[in-house]
Nanobody
Framework: QVQLVESGGGLVQAGDSLRLSCATS????????MGWFRQAPGKEREFLAT????????YYADSVKGRFTISRDNAKNMVYLQMNSLKPEDTAVYYC?????????????????WGQGTQVTVSS
């Protein structure tokens, strides 16, 4: 059974930083790309960042490029999202997901399994 568990969310002020973590199990983690998405109330789930199987390829949405950094530790089956210079519009539930292939993608349908999400709230 594949499981993804996000952690590290919380309430912060604008300009602060947070590091989200995603622990995975039940699948050969290092074979697959990983991604981070978020969903704000009343909005569709939005792609943020993806990293390929070996961590040497990353891709970001324009909305977070330069502020967020995705990384992975294949030895620990973990993926991370470092979020800097947070803004109130970053408030959302953040999800990690594991892809169906080794290469990353911004498409939601490229991801087979999802975590339950972690809330990030940024106050102004």
């Amino acid at each position: 059974q594949v499981q993804l568990v996000e952690s590290g969310g919380g309430l912060v002020q604008a300009g602060d930083s947070l590091r989200l973590s995603c622990a995975t199990s039940g699948r050969t983690f290092s074979n697959y790309a990983m991604g981070w998405f978020r969903q704000a109330p009343g909005k569709e789930r939005e792609f943020l960042a993806t990293i390929n199987w070996n961590g040497f390829g990353t891709y970001y949405a324009d909305s977070v490029k330069g502020r967020f950094t995705i990384s992975r530790d294949n030895a620990k089956n973990m993926v991370y999202l470092q979020m800097n210079s947070l803004k109130p519009e970053d408030t959302a539930v953040y999800y990690c997901a594991t892809a169906t292939a080794a290469g990353g993608s911004s498409r939601r349908d490229a991801y087979a399994y999802w975590g339950q999400g972690t809330q990030v709230t940024v106050s102004s």
